[in-house]
């Protein structure tokens, strides 16, 4: 008699710690609803560009997605077209030497995060068939460091969301249990006490679960923030060299800031150099236009001296007499307008650390 009002209450015990784990996995979907369907809204929100059929167009852009013989590309508007690759695709590097052969890539090279120029042409879905796709040997190096730190994250990710299915299935069997247990409720009281303990253990548990869960989620969003923002820069450095009347000779003065502006980009990450020409209005228009252009090209071809490579400056421009920083008026407002503009862009996709991104969202 006593073994078995022993098992009974042993049974009890049982059926408590069941009810409370399936109460928990009830309250469990409510949290993650808002965020299911904020998820599904974002997805749904970008709609590629469509090209027509049999169009043939030149596109470029960042690699953001990948699929069998299928990458997304996104545009430095934002805008996202979908290429298809094939075997006659022909994937090369776009070599800044001409005297050596571009590199042939495998197709295994495109890489989320990878600065591509893309020519072919329009397929009857919509899409880019490629028959070229060209990228620097730099732009392929940048993406496999993204490509390095992303795929461990997110096989991170996976393994976690296989632990909380689970645990998820843990917490079914358990709710089966309770129900068939339920006719035994009224034994419940005598082991209460000790359930509480073990639903308590129970609680903690999975708080640590979803904690990890958490941390995960946003590691991968602070990757997926920096892909996003890879064609965005911020100005490190600006400065403004001066010119002759009717001259685009550098002086030393401006040889010398030249060479500290390359100076630091050298030591910079993922930067562009952007370098713009202005005139005076002494002369015609057109001729001030062409002063303006030779006198960008002349900073150009120093800062390429420097050993600063030519795919890291944005080719030049001349505006002429637009944009004057001063008075034509005067001659001192003239001096002024006779000048070039040399910026440093850095690149806030790759600047910016992916832990202190996920601290961030975390916090």
């Known amino acids: ?40 809204k974002s997805q749904s929100a970008a709609q590629p560009t469509r090209v027509a059929a049999g169009r043939k167009q030149k596109a470029s852009g960042v690699i953001v997605g990948r699929e069998a013989d299928k990458i997304t590309m996104r545009d430095i508007s934002g805008v996202d077209m979908v290429v298809n690759v094939t075997g006659s695709t022909k994937i090369t590097e776009k070599k800044a030497n001409p005297f050596r052969g571009a590199k042939n890539y495998p197709v295994t090279a495109l890489l989320r995060g990878l600065e591509i120029e893309v020519e072919g042409r329009g397929s009857d879905s919509g899409t880019l068939i490629a028959d070229k796709i060209r990228f620097t040997d730099n732009n392929f190096g940048v993406a496999r460091s993204i490509d390095s730190r992303a795929v461990p994250l997110e096989q991170r990710a996976t393994t976690t969301e296989g632990r909380v299915d689970t645990a998820e299935t843990r ?21 209460a006490n000790t359930a509480r303990g073990g639903a308590k253990a129970a609680q903690e548990t999975a708080d640590t679960a979803l904690a990890a869960a958490k941390a995960a989620s946003a590691d991968v969003q602070a990757t997926n923030d920096r892909i996003s923002q890879i064609d965005n820069y911020d100005k490190k450095q600006e400065i403004t060299v001066n010119f002759k009347v009717n001259s685009y000779a550098l002086s030393d003065e401006a040889k010398a800031a030249l060479d500290e502006i390359a100076a630091q980009a050298k030591n910079e990450k993922g930067y562009l150099i952007e370098v713009t020409g202005y005139a005076s209005a002494d ?81």
């Open 1 to 40: 008699m006593r073994i078995t009002k022993i098992s009974n209450l042993l049974f009890v015990a049982i059926m408590a710690l069941a009810a409370f784990i399936s109460a928990m996995a009830q309250d469990k979907p409510a949290d993650n609803t808002p965020q299911a369907t904020q998820n599904t």
């Open 171 to 191: 917490i079914t069997a358990a709710e089966q249990n309770a129900q068939r247990l339920s006719g035994q409720l009224e034994e419940l009281a005598a082991v």
């Open 283 to 363: 002369g015609s228009e057109a001729k001030n236009r062409i002063l303006s252009e030779h006198r960008a090209e002349a900073v150009k071809r120093y800062l390429a001296e420097q050993d600063i490579p030519l795919q890291r400056i944005i080719n030049p421009f001349g505006f002429g007499e637009l944009k004057p920083v001063a008075e034509n008026d005067t001659r001192d407002g003239r001096r002024q307008n006779r000048r070039v503009e040399v910026r440093i862009l850095v690149n806030k996709g790759l600047t910016t650390p992916v832990g202190a991104s996920a601290q961030s969202t975390r916090n």
